[in-house]
């Protein structure tokens, strides 16, 4: 009924008022149903009010169902929501219900339920036909309805049924159920209750959206908790930076970690980073930059320096979203406190390295043993042989298992302490192609070369990555008994478009995949395959791929490789690629048959082992030198001090590095630079890791030369420093 009908039918009622005893009986009952509407509005607007008053929901369906009756004239009823089971049938549970307890039995369950609700399962029954028909159901002589199937006993006497279906959306939200009114139900009486009910379909929406709203903040608040408590256990927290404005956001774990309080933290990124250990600042702020620059996630280990000047080790992650015009507009991340970890991690190393003692002790008395075993053997027959050619092949021998034995330290070198590569501008393919080349002479293995055109170069210790192809070519030849092809190959690429989990920095690389067709790299043991003296080979000692990475890792590479069962294994080197020019055509070392390079000149041999000094100066006097030699630094530095001041100062210094209980190499240079500025050294050291091996120039030497060398290696290192200019020190 509109606002209009209303209006007219006070208008009728206030004529029916002037009329008095003259009103005609049409006024009164347009007067009755005007009060009847006005009762329902009256009840409707109550229920909304009650509802926004968040008045408890069994209270307001209870109003509700006592107006309902009012209206109605009924003896008693229900409100009821619907509900369906696990087999997709219907049930009512009721928001409101009179009390017609007829015994004890009845009392107690309606007490039970007063709070929850009865649920009404039974479908056999005349409020189960509009739960399952959807329609409205009047059945004024219930006793007699086929849909009926009686009343429990004791059950106050039922006359008349009204059963109202109301929807929500079109789906069957729930029902009202009114008994005995005089005289019966009709259909003008569900038309009038229409209003009314589709109040209860809201309500019932609306105390249904509170619920779920109540569960999902109960959730909320429960995983909340759950997240605090989960990423403490972790000392894990979670940040947010708003770019745009520069706040940041930490979770309550990151504040812990920090020990910092939220009253005393700016909130902003320059304040994190203040956080930040002084000497990681720029490292953690070059990362995160670069990470929102280029869009790429990112991860760094960095330091935090607390108040009490305690030192934290963090992880942290994180990466950045942008709008559509590409601006970058807010970062999120984690920070995880890995201090405890850490400790936890060195001390297992701690472990895992005495633990691999007694291996690596084992596996360098072997092969030493061996080496030794070969070296006494051929000079006993040496000494011994009347004959000149059999003197001249155990001597051959001899030399060959003393280069074997430097071959071995430069490997445990390698892995033990680095060895610092001493790196050079070189064509990779030159010293690829010699190294697999030497491998496979002889073999029944072969390899097919592929290089693409444009090679760049690359600065690389010649000898060290000749080691690294040797000891993967020897790995696919070993894994081919049978003989076969061994696919290599080198190629440019860039660093952004290799596989992420490569983590290669930025910048251009050289690529060398060596490909075999063998048995394939068994899935348990892929992780042990870089691991020193673990190897499958009963003739192995476990060091070539434990080289093989510490050397590329020197070389701020990578190594990685696939393999299929089967099918074969492909290893991938990547290098760092190099603009400069090509230093030498050459890679490897002088073959023995090369003649020595000769020349004149004076020259000082410093070393403190006397067979080193009357070796290098038989050697050097051979070759047309006059060589003088010193046990020590400060001999040296008088003898060459007394030969400069007399005006014929040695043309070049040959120093060992080390001197045990006295002056080296790296500090004689110094001082020696003191008397003659232009002074040329040579720096010569059976530590091949030692950094100033690598980069003798900064230290002030002219060149390098490492022990045990060849007659040839020594005579050519003089030769390049007599007829080098001289450079100053960096």
């Not at 259909?187 to 609306?206: G, K, Q, R, W």
């Not at 070969?374 to 004959?387: H, L, Q, V």
């Not at 030497?438 to 444009?454: M, T, Y």
């Amino acid at each position: 009924m509109t606002d209009r009908d209303i209006s007219i039918i006070a208008e009728l009622n206030k004529k029916a008022d002037l009329n008095g005893e003259n009103a005609c009986p049409d006024c009164l009952e347009n007067e009755r149903k005007f009060q009847k509407t006005k009762d329902l509005i009256n009840a409707i607007s109550r229920a909304q009010s009650q509802f926004i008053a968040n008045v408890e929901t069994r209270v307001l369906f209870g109003e509700l169902l006592g107006t309902l009756l009012t209206l109605t004239e009924s003896e008693y009823g229900f409100i009821g929501e619907v509900f369906y089971d696990a087999n997709g049938a219907p049930y009512l549970k009721e928001h409101a219900i009179t009390n017609i307890a007829w015994d004890d039995a009845t009392r107690a369950l309606l007490e039970e339920h007063s709070k929850t609700g009865l649920e009404f399962r039974k479908l056999n029954t005349l409020y189960g036909a509009v739960l399952t028909s959807g329609k409205p159901l009047i059945s004024n002589n219930p006793s007699k309805d086929t849909k009926s199937h009686g009343i429990p006993e004791g059950h106050p006497p039922l006359n008349a049924f009204l059963g109202i279906p109301f929807y929500n959306n079109g789906k069957l939200a729930g029902m009202v159920g009114l008994a005995n009114r005089p005289g019966g139900y009709d259909e003008v009486l569900v038309n009038y209750l229409d209003p009314l009910l589709s109040t209860c379909a809201s309500l019932i929406e609306a105390h249904n959206i509170d619920r779920l709203k109540g569960r999902a903040e109960t959730s909320l608040k429960r995983s909340q908790s759950s997240l605090e408590y989960a990423q403490h256990m972790a000392k894990l927290g979670h940040w947010e930076l708003d770019l745009v404005s520069d706040r940041l956001y930490w979770s309550k774990e990151i504040y812990n970690i920090f020990e910092i309080s939220p009253e005393e933290f700016e909130a902003s990124y320059e304040a994190f980073l203040s956080a930040v250990h002084p000497d990681d600042r720029a490292l953690v702020d070059n990362a995160y930059m670069e990470s929102v620059k280029s869009g790429r996630p990112y991860e760094i280990t960095h330091r935090l320096l607390l108040k009490n000047d305690a030192v934290k080790h963090v992880i942290e992650k994180g990466f950045t979203e942008y709008a559509p015009d590409g601006r970058p507009v807010r970062s999120v991340g984690t920070v995880q406190d890995i201090t405890e970890r850490r400790k936890m991690d060195e001390e297992i190393l701690k472990i895992e390295k005495l633990e691999s003692l007694g291996v690596l002790a084992g596996g360098i008395a072997h092969d030493f043993n061996n080496v030794l075993t070969g070296i006494i053997g051929n000079i006993y027959f040496a000494r011994e042989s009347r004959d000149k050619d059999r003197r001249e092949q155990a001597l051959n021998e001899a030399e060959k298992a003393a280069m074997h034995a430097k071959e071995l330290t430069g490997q445990l070198l390698t892995f033990a302490r680095g060895g610092a590569p001493v790196k050079k501008t070189a064509v990779v393919n030159e010293i690829v192609r010699t190294s697999a080349e030497f491998i496979l002479r002889g073999s029944n293995v072969r390899c097919e070369f592929s290089f693409a055109d444009g090679l760049k170069t690359a600065a690389v210790d010649p000898g060290q990555i000749s080691q690294v192809i040797g000891n993967i070519i020897l790995n696919a030849k070993q894994a081919m008994p049978g003989g076969g092809v061994v696919k290599v190959s080198a190629g440019n690429v860039d660093a952004a478009g290799t596989n992420k989990r490569l983590s290669l920095k930025d910048g251009a690389y050289v690529r060398i995949s060596i490909e075999d067709n063998g048995p394939g790299i068994p899935d348990e043991i892929r992780h042990k395959v870089f691991d020193p003296y673990f190897t499958t080979k009963s003739g192995g000692n476990g060091l070539g791929l434990a080289s093989v990475y510490s050397i590329i890792t020197r070389h701020n590479g990578h190594v990685s490789f696939d393999s299929t069962p089967g099918v074969g294994t492909v290893f991938h080197i990547y290098l760092p690629a190099s603009n400069e020019a090509v230093e030498g055509s050459k890679a490897g070392s002088l073959g023995p048959d090369e003649a020595l390079a000769r020349g004149h000149g004076r020259l000082l041999v410093m070393d403190d082992e006397e067979m080193i000094r009357d070796i290098a100066m038989e050697i050097l006097e051979t070759s047309g030198y006059e060589a003088h030699s010193a046990p020590s630094g400060e001999e040296a530095i008088k003898m060459y001090q007394k030969a400069f001041a007399a005006g014929s100062p040695f043309d070049v210094v040959i120093m060992d590095l080390t001197i045990p209980g006295g002056m080296g190499g790296k500090e004689a240079i110094q001082r020696l630079k003191e008397i003659d500025p232009a002074i040329k050294a040579i720096v010569s050291s059976g530590y091949s890791d030692d950094p100033i091996m690598a980069e003798y120039e900064r230290y002030g030497f002219i060149g390098v030369v490492v022990k045990p060398y060849r007659v040839q290696e020594l005579c050519e290192a003089v030769s390049k420093a007599i007829n080098a200019r001289h450079r100053k020190c960096p």
